[in-house]
């Protein structure tokens, strides 16, 4: 984590020096949430498989831009919904709700107009969780035991058209959501439509 992020500071430092534009704008967009490598313990571990289903939530927030025509820095952040669903074995489901300040510090490349592809490491922030389904989940986990940050990476594309923005891109937890009983990495795919204010 530590040489990802200092890679990024360099480029954005080089950015810096030869920047010929600076853009700001506000983005949002769906949120297509799972879970991977979960692992339940416990007691939970007696009544829910290890297996996750997916979410949809949204992302909401600002981005900016410094750069040239063909690469330029884009840091983020985005209020963010993540999560998953499961289900014991008497096929009652239960559900983990995740928001994240997330922030993605991004390199873009633009090799060809209105072409853009876009790579580099996200942190996460935990704000608030919700936990729901039956007694024997809701019992065992508690939001206020789940770990207060996650880190992981991006990669994604898009096309710019004048002020708008269309993104697609895939975000891998690297780091594991833990709490009592539960452990887990997020992932997910987001669809992102932005627009520059200036």
């Known amino acids: 984590m ?14 810096s020096v030869k920047a010929q534009k600076f853009d700001f704008g506000i983005k949002g967009g769906v949120n297509f949430a799972n879970a991977s490598d979960i692992k339940f313990s416990g007691s939970l571990s007696e009544s829910y498989k290890q297996t996750a289903d997916g979410v949809t939530g949204y992302h909401l927030g600002v981005w900016a831009e410094l750069g040239s025509s063909s690469i330029s820095f884009q ?5 963010s919904n993540k999560g998953f669903k499961t289900t014991n ?24 107009s209105p072409l ?28 206020d035991n789940f770990k ?7 990669v994604g594309a898009g096309i710019t058209l004048s002020n708008i923005q269309i993104d697609a891109r895939y975000v891998w937890g ?8 539960l452990e887990f990495k997020n992932k997910m795919f987001q669809i992102s439509l932005a627009y520059r204010l200036f």
């Open 2 to 15: 530590k040489k990802l992020l200092i890679i990024v500071v360099a480029i954005c430092s080089s950015l």
């Open 75 to 79: 840091p983020e952040l985005l209020y």
């Open 89 to 112: 074995e008497m096929g009652e489901e239960a559900e983990v709700k995740l928001n994240y300040l997330d922030i993605p510090l991004l390199v873009k490349f633009k090799p060809i």
């Open 116 to 143: 853009h592809l876009v790579a580099g490491p996200q942190v996460s922030l935990q704000l608030a969780d919700k936990i729901s389904g039956p007694s024997d989940f809701t019992s065992v986990l508690t939001a």
């Open 148 to 154: 207060n940050g996650d880190w992981g990476a991006i």
């Open 174 to 181: 690297l780091s594991k959501v833990t709490s009592d009983n």
